[in-house]
């Protein structure tokens, strides 16, 4: 096990879009372009962090959409030379306590069904197999794990 890598979480703004996109490039078949990252900037449902090594390089990054009460991830992406490092946990507990602190019921995102490193380390942080999709990816054609984590509140109620 590689050392933990130290990073900060902050809002991605435009000056991190290129560093994204190559990110997107890099980690995805179907990568969002530039245009496509820049206009979540705008989006008031949308949320999205970036993890910065200690020469201010993104690490890697992730987003959240927010309707009502639910939580939707898009993207978990890090460079392949941070992968193991600590850097996506980080990124998704930023995102587990914004759901708890905002009373969100649950957050849900896909996974490649071979993606075990991800699969394990969303189980790790109380996600649970909740269904598939068949065929979701490209570039190989795979299924897609649904992957969700609830949130019940101390008064019984899922807000």
């Known amino acids: 096990m590689e050392e933990k890598l130290h990073v900060r979480i902050l809002p991605m703004t435009a000056d991190h879009l290129d560093e994204v996109a190559e990110l997107e490039r890099i980690c995805f078949s179907m990568p969002w372009s530039r245009k496509m990252l820049a206009e979540e900037l705008d989006n008031a449902l949308s949320a999205f962090l970036v993890a910065l090594d ?75 197999s909740v269904g598939r999709r068949k065929n979701y990816y490209e570039h190989p054609k795979e299924d897609a794990l649904i992957m969700t984590r609830e949130f019940t509140y101390g008064d019984g109620e899922r807000e």
């Open 54 to 128: 200690d020469e201010g390089r993104v690490a890697g990054y992730a987003g959240l959409q927010v309707v009502l009460d639910e939580g939707y991830i898009t993207n978990v992406a890090v460079r392949p030379d941070c992968r193991r490092r600590g850097v996506a946990g980080k990124l998704l507990q930023v995102f587990l306590d914004f759901a708890q602190g905002n009373r969100l019921a649950f957050l849900t995102l896909e996974v490649r069904a071979s993606n075990y490193d991800a699969i394990a380390l969303y189980g790790s942080r109380g996600f649970r």
